[in-house]
């Protein structure tokens, strides 16, 4: 039999493009599905900036009547597996990724129906056609609706399974029907079977209805999105789908993120010898500003790296932030996201100038520092499909302090690796850092909650393994 191949369509991948986890998730699985005997290849855009890969094909791409030359450049990734960046300038060399000042570009339609064509095009002039296509949200959503209709007699790509994977429900990719047309959709997708959606037509509902397999990024959150309360308008379409509804939780990359081998920090350490944690800690209070004197290194630090919005608990750390900065704890912060949380951290910062720091920005090398130098990482979110930062914690002895839900719950065993909020309020967040900070003041108790997290196994490879059995069962089903 030939070598098993995987085609990964998706908006964003380390190292080229980045603004959460999915990137993560693209840049890691390829090369872990290679380890497994797969050939795996991830298809997304050539936004500004990137500079890696050279072109293997150049051909015309039409989408919805827009046709465009478009090159494609291909990148090696770790392990044999590749990346395909789509070079199509006029959509995708602009300023940001998705938009500029939190609003998506208007032809956000456009611009990923494109790529998902010149995913499939590309993927048709290779030698051996992809045996599954694997997309990735709502970006990728036409993917699994294209290979159902415009190539379900195609010669080469007829017949071929496709897996969807949510990573966030809460982005749809909703617009207005009179894309249809614009995406090369019939009218018949209009129905509320197909890809309509409360009057308009969602791509991540095309992604969920045509998927032979609908997979997302931990067991809880699978649960948690056939609910009225997390389903966002979409739990009764993935009840219909319970059945081929998986939950497979992601892996961190543990080269990219491991405290004995990382170059951000001062002194590596790890589960043998975790004295390089203090250096890191110093480290991390210096960058910032802040004091880094004996007091300020007994003084529980507390971290957080997110994206500043509601989904990420920021309302909630809002409401009990006056509590918290009277504790005798320090903050360090760094996010990016909505104007009136960055400004709330800011104001925080002002009146606490010696214990709250916060950097608005995304900035790699800092997330690292406070990974590796905080005490406890702080993640109160209202809804986290997965969630990364909680794991990376937990690999750099940083104690996690996590809502109980979704990837957070599956991860964090409360009083054993971290502490979980027994509910979404600020008294619930008090109670739980207040059972932390106990737990610091006992070195012993401290130390065995370090350890609990740093021995877990986070890596790709069993995730990988969780993917390579849902793509053999969905070629188990396929007659070509
Ligand atoms: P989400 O994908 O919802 O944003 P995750 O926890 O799954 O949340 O992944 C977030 C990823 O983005 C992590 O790798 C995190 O370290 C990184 N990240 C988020 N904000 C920043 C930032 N401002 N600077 C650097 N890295 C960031």
Same mark, same amino acid.
Request: charged letters at 25%.
């Given at each position: 039999?030939?070598?098993? &191949?995987?085609?990964? *369509?998706?908006? /964003?991948?380390?190292?080229?493009?980045?603004?959460?986890?999915?990137?993560?998730?693209?840049?890691?699985?390829? !090369?872990?599905?290679?380890?497994?005997?797969?050939?795996?290849? *991830?298809?997304?855009?050539?936004?500004?900036?990137?500079?890696?890969?050279?072109?293997?094909?150049?051909? !015309?791409?039409?989408? @919805?009547?827009?046709?465009?030359?478009?090159?494609?450049? /291909?990148? !090696?990734?770790?392990?044999?597996?590749?990346?395909?960046?789509?070079? %199509?300038?006029?959509?995708?060399?602009?300023?940001?990724?998705? @938009?500029?000042?939190?609003?998506?570009?208007?032809? &956000?339609?456009?611009?990923?129906? $494109?790529? &998902?064509?010149?995913?499939? +095009?590309?993927?048709?002039?290779?030698?051996?056609?992809?045996?599954?296509?694997?997309?990735?949200? =709502?970006?990728?959503?036409?993917?699994?609706?294209?290979?159902?209709?415009?190539?379900?007699?195609?010669?080469?790509?007829?017949?071929?399974?496709?897996?969807?994977?949510?990573?966030?429900?809460?982005?749809?990719?909703?617009? +207005?029907?009179?894309?249809?047309?614009? *995406?090369?959709?019939?009218?018949?997708?209009?129905?509320?079977?197909?890809?309509?959606?409360?009057?308009?037509?969602?791509? #991540?509902?095309?992604?969920?209805?045509?998927?032979?397999?609908?997979?997302?990024?931990?067991?809880?959150?699978?649960? +948690?999105?056939?609910?009225?309360?997390? @389903? $966002?308008?979409?739990?009764?379409?993935?009840?219909?789908?319970?059945?081929?509804?998986?939950?497979?939780?992601?892996?961190?990359?543990?080269?990219? =993120?491991?405290?004995?081998?990382?170059?951000?920090?001062?002194?590596?350490?790890?589960?043998?010898?975790?004295?390089?944690?203090?250096?890191?800690?110093?480290?991390?209070?210096?960058?910032?500003? #802040?004091?880094?004197?004996?007091?300020?290194?007994?003084?529980?630090?507390?971290?957080? *790296?997110?994206?500043?919005?509601?989904?990420?608990?920021?309302?909630?750390?809002?409401?009990? #932030?006056?509590?918290?900065?009277?504790?005798?704890?320090? $903050?360090?912060?760094?996010?990016?996201?909505?104007?009136?949380?960055?400004?709330?951290?800011?104001?925080?910062?002002?009146?606490? !100038?010696?214990?709250?720091?916060?950097?608005?920005?995304?900035?790699?090398?800092?997330?690292?520092?406070?990974?590796?130098?905080?005490?406890?990482?702080?993640?109160?979110?209202?809804?986290?499909? %997965?969630?990364?930062?909680?794991?990376?914690?937990?690999?750099?002895?940083?104690?996690?302090?996590?809502?109980?839900?979704?990837?957070?719950?599956?991860?964090?065993?409360?009083?054993?690796?971290?502490?979980?909020?027994?509910?979404?309020?600020?008294?619930? #967040?008090? +109670?739980?850092?207040?059972?932390?900070?106990?737990?610091?003041?006992?070195?012993?108790?401290?130390?065995?909650?370090?350890?609990?997290?740093?021995?877990?196994?986070?890596? =790709?490879?069993?995730?990988?393994?969780?993917?390579?059995?849902?793509?053999?069962?969905?070629?188990?089903?396929?007659?070509?």
């Amino acid at each position: 039999m030939a070598r098993r &191949s995987v085609l990964l *369509v998706g908006s /964003e991948a380390q190292p080229f493009a980045k603004t959460g986890g999915l990137a993560d998730v693209l840049g890691a699985l390829p !090369p872990a599905l290679q380890r497994l005997g797969w050939d795996a290849t *991830v298809v997304l855009p050539r936004y500004r900036g990137v500079t890696a890969g050279t072109v293997v094909d150049t051909f !015309p791409v039409t989408s @919805g009547g827009f046709t465009r030359d478009t090159r494609f450049y /291909e990148a !090696p990734l770790a392990d044999g597996a590749r990346a395909v960046l789509v070079d %199509c300038p006029e959509l995708y060399d602009r300023a940001g990724i998705y @938009g500029a000042d939190s609003t998506d570009y208007p032809d &956000s339609p456009r611009r990923f129906a $494109f790529l &998902s064509r010149a995913a499939l +095009e590309f993927a048709a002039r290779r030698e051996t056609p992809p045996s599954i296509v694997h997309a990735h949200d =709502w970006q990728a959503g036409l993917v699994p609706v294209y290979l159902r209709t415009l190539y379900a007699a195609h010669p080469v790509l007829r017949g071929t399974p496709s897996i969807f994977t949510i990573h966030n429900l809460a982005y749809q990719g909703v617009y +207005e029907s009179d894309w249809l047309p614009r *995406v090369d959709l019939g009218w018949d997708q209009f129905a509320p079977d197909r890809l309509e959606f409360y009057g308009r037509f969602s791509m #991540l509902k095309g992604g969920i209805v045509d998927g032979r397999f609908v997979t997302t990024v931990s067991r809880r959150y699978a649960e +948690e999105i056939q609910t009225p309360a997390f @389903g $966002f308008g979409f739990d009764g379409i993935l009840r219909a789908r319970r059945a081929d509804l998986v939950g497979i939780l992601n892996g961190i990359d543990d080269v990219e =993120w491991d405290p004995a081998r990382d170059p951000f920090l001062p002194t590596r350490f790890s589960a043998a010898d975790l004295s390089g944690k203090r250096d890191a800690k110093a480290a991390v209070l210096q960058r910032y500003g #802040l004091a880094a004197d004996e007091a300020a290194l007994a003084r529980p630090l507390v971290g957080m *790296v997110s994206r500043m919005v509601d989904q990420k608990g920021f309302d909630l750390i809002a409401a009990a #932030l006056d509590d918290l900065t009277r504790l005798d704890i320090a $903050f360090v912060v760094l996010g990016t996201g909505e104007p009136r949380y960055q400004d709330m951290w800011r104001a925080a910062a002002a009146r606490h !100038p010696d214990r709250v720091a916060v950097r608005i920005g995304f900035d790699e090398s800092l997330a690292h520092q406070i990974e590796g130098g905080a005490d406890m990482f702080l993640m109160p979110s209202r809804f986290e499909p %997965c969630g990364l930062n909680q794991m990376y914690s937990m690999r750099y002895g940083t104690v996690p302090i996590v809502a109980g839900v979704g990837g957070l719950a599956d991860t964090v065993a409360d009083g054993v690796s971290g502490f979980v909020l027994a509910a979404h309020t600020p008294a619930a #967040l008090r +109670e739980a850092l207040d059972r932390a900070l106990a737990a610091f003041s006992d070195p012993a108790a401290w130390r065995a909650l370090q350890l609990a997290g740093m021995r877990q196994d986070f890596s =790709w490879d069993r995730s990988a393994r969780e993917y390579v059995k849902i793509y053999e069962r969905a070629l188990a089903g396929v007659r070509r």
